[in-house]
């Protein structure tokens, strides 16, 4: 069975930090696009920073410059390095990744479970 998991939210204070990561299960033969994406309470949710499988990486116009998205697939991880954190960075986080499993020829897209993040003084 394939699977995302995250984890590495928590609590902090504005201006703090937090590393998220999200791993992939084994039984999986391919990785390409990864993403966060992030959805605050009463909004919908939104992409928050993606990295090709060639290491392009974007980013919403609200975090760049604070929060870093990275990868090693032969650890099958992304990780989303997140700095000066402000309260409106609370929200649910989500990693996304298109896999291979390796019974299958074709990729297709799976979400994770979600890690809470909260910011708050």
């Known amino acids: 069975q394939v699977q995302l998991v995250e984890t590495g939210g928590g609590s902090v204070q504005p201006g703090e930090s937090l590393t998220l990561s999200c791993t992939a299960s084994?039984?999986?033969?391919?990785?390409?696009?990864m993403a966060w994406y992030r959805q605050a309470p009463g909004k919908q949710r939104e992409l928050v920073a993606s990295?090709?499988?060639?290491?392009?990486?974007k980013y919403t116009n609200s975090v760049k410059g604070r929060f870093t998205i990275s990868r090693d697939d032969v650890k099958r991880t992304v990780w989303l390095q997140m700095n000066s954190l402000k309260p409106e960075d609370t929200a649910v986080y989500y990693c996304?990744?298109?896999?291979?499993?390796?019974?299958?020829?074709?990729?297709?897209?799976?979400w994770g479970q979600g890690t809470l993040v909260t910011v708050s003084s």
């Open positions: 996304n990744a298109d896999l291979q499993p390796l019974n299958s020829e074709v990729y297709s897209n799976w």
């Open positions: 084994e039984g999986i033969s391919g990785i390409d696009n």
């Open positions: 990295i090709t499988y060639g290491e392009v990486k």
